[in-house]
């Protein structure tokens, strides 16, 4: 408990929980356009943390995480809306199914390499678009896939209103972001920073290499098939362009790399500078301006890339430090403070 104590009276954290609470009321003062953008920030920024893990703190460039993303959601629309099974039922198998998806994908994939593993999962995600579309009496084929029908069961999370679908998506971001804090201060986080950093030398030193990826990438298909539920419940139609988008996938990747890599802030710091803008670029200027908006928001990134090539985050230390300076903390104990003092001279 004193552990707990100690750890929450840190202004990081305590900030970090108001900062949370303050936005669970943001839908109350915000117009309904916002309250939208905010919700799918939340899932992509859960789809960030989750490629951050294998790829950030593993070195491990997978740019096929949408495959996780759209098999969540496709299983959770066809098996309510087909099947008639109830949410919890459906998103359990769906879940399973993730799973072992990434058991078939991990287990070859992690023999290559570098570039190598990346172009592995791109043909992945693309074979997945592939079946999606060719599979038409299942999933809708180019048409895309509604679960409006499976909303007649009256099934509380697909009916939310909007509020509740943003404060769900809100918590699924805190929740994924603590098991990113878990897994980087854990046995397999160093094991993994360790591989990121010299394969060869973790092996040589007794780490399981395959093993320990293995572990990362399902803990990584996890968390994007919570990302890709979280979407189908709240969207409600699933387009096999976006759901085994390529693109999207690369979105996972760069907003990680663009906030910082490797780091607990740097995917939701990537995410909240990269997501909005393009898609302001695409639903507000893009019918009428076209290329020019696709032009303006590439610039943007290669500022942000050129200006900061280890990510945003190493710029925003400052504030951190600033933080750190003024904000208030709690005096420590007695006992805490006698158990620092120096012992005395013998």
């Known amino acids: 408990m004193r552990d707990v104590a100690s750890a929450l009276a840190r202004p990081p954290v305590y900030l970090g929980i ?92 992690f023999k290559l390499t570098g570039h190598y593993f990346a172009l592995a999962t791109i043909t992945v ?17 180019e048409r895309g896939f509604s679960l409006v029908p499976a909303t007649v069961t009256g099934d509380p999370l697909l009916n939310l209103s909007q509020t509740g679908h943003y404060r769900l998506a809100l918590g699924l971001l805190v929740v994924a972001f603590l098991m990113s804090v878990w897994f980087r201060y854990s046995k397999i986080g160093y094991y993994m920073m360790a591989i990121r950093d010299d394969q060869v030398a973790a092996s040589s030193l007794g780490i ?21 539920a979280m979407y189908a419940t709240y969207i409600q139609y699933l387009d096999p362009q976006y759901m085994f988008s390529v693109n999207q996938s690369v979105l996972y990747a760069i907003t990680p790399v663009i906030g910082g ?15 909005p803008m393009q898609h302001m670029a695409i639903t507000e200027f893009g019918g009428a301006y076209g290329s020019a908006t696709y032009m ?8 942000l890339i050129v200006y900061a090539p280890d990510g945003v985050l190493p710029k925003l230390r400052f504030i951190g430090e600033w933080v750190n300076r003024h904000a208030p903390r709690r005096a420590p104990a007695e006992s805490e403070a006698s158990s620092t003092e120096s012992p005395p001279d013998p």
């Open 18 to 109: 108001a900062l949370v609470i303050a936005a669970a009321f943001l839908p109350g003062v915000l117009a309904t356009k916002w309250v939208h953008l905010l919700i799918l920030t939340y899932i992509i920024t859960v789809a960030a943390i989750s490629w951050n893990l294998i790829g950030g703190f593993g070195g491990q460039i997978s740019l096929g995480n949408s495959v996780f993303f759209g098999l969540t959601g496709y299983s959770i629309g066809i098996l309510m809306v087909t099947f008639e099974l109830p949410y919890i039922v459906a998103f359990a198998v769906g879940m399973v199914l993730t799973v072992m998806a990434a058991l078939v994908i991990g287990y070859p994939s």
């Open 125 to 141: 995600v693309e074979g997945m678009r592939f079946l999606a579309r060719y599979f038409r009496d299942f999933t809708g084929g």
């Open 208 to 228: 399981d290499v395959p093993r320990y990826k293995m572990y990362t990438w399902l803990l990584c298909a996890v968390l994007t098939g919570l990302a890709g």
């Open 261 to 275: 890599a490797g780091t607990l802030l740097g995917p939701i710091i990537g995410t909240f500078l990269v997501f």
């Open 296 to 303: 303006v928001y590439g610039a943007l990134l290669i500022v």
